[in-house]
């Protein structure tokens, strides 16, 4: 118990005395995250809301694809993102592997399925007679999505932290398509594994202090836009 103790006085000493490598590790998973959710989002809403409104052949599988698509381990996400941007694979020209938009590639790719499947779902669950609505108001086909989206707006930014949540905590993807490394592509949770395994608790604490943190905050907005 005194070691845990004397551990989590040694992190926010870290933390308040503004540590290089402790702070390296929050703004390379900030920033990564940041990447991932803007392109999750442009992505994501609009095929979410097209999943949900529209009605086309295979809409059915396609929904099947999404939610399979959200039970998508990291590891595995990671080797497949790792073999499209090393030197063999079809991307790796682009040096995209050990870089954070890398890991963002990756990461995009998990939180993707979340944003489609929430919003898709937000999109049937409202009042049916909506669309009648604004449709015999003479709304246009643009006044119509527009209408639907500010309808289910806070369903929407809740599905968008659910999706960030998951981003900022996981850490296959980041190991294997970041490498872990120092100042550079290392984030939170990858360098809690590795100062840990390492035997520097205090670091491992501190990092952890600030991921409790950010969960803390997105679970907190996500339950309080579901009370919205």
């Keep these: 118990m005194d070691f845990f103790l004397k551990g989590i006085v040694q992190a926010f ?7 290089a490598e402790t702070y390296s590790a929050i703004a390379a998973t900030v920033t990564v995250s940041g990447y991932a959710m803007v392109a999750s989002l442009t992505m994501g809403i609009p095929l979410g809301f097209a999943l949900g409104h529209l009605k086309f052949p295979g809409r059915r599988q396609a929904r099947l694809v999404v939610d399979t698509m959200l039970s998508l381990p990291t590891v595995f996400i990671g080797l497949l993102v790792y073999a499209m941007l090393s030197r063999q694979g079809p991307l790796g020209h682009m040096g995209l592997l050990f870089t954070l938009p890398g890991i963002a590639i990756g990461q995009t790719i998990l939180a993707l399925p979340i944003v489609i499947a929430l919003t ?3 999109v049937e669950g409202m009042d049916a007679n909506l669309r009648t609505t604004l449709l015999s108001l003479g709304a246009g086909r643009l006044q119509l999505v527009t209408g639907i989206i500010l309808e289910v707006r806070h369903s929407i930014l809740a599905a968008a932290l659910t999706a960030y949540g998951r981003v900022m905590t996981e ?21 809690i594994a590795l100062e840990t395994s390492r035997g520097k608790f205090a670091t491992g604490i501190a990092l952890g202090m600030v991921l409790l943190l950010i969960a803390f905050a997105v679970s ?9």
């Design 120 to 122: 898709a779902s937000a």
């Design 13 to 19: 000493e870290l933390l308040f005395s503004g540590d």
């Design 220 to 228: 907190i907005s996500v339950s309080f836009l579901r009370k919205k």
């Design 171 to 191: 850490v296959g993807i980041s190991m294997m398509v970041g490498g872990n490394i120092k100042w550079h592509t290392r984030t939170i949770t990858t360098a």
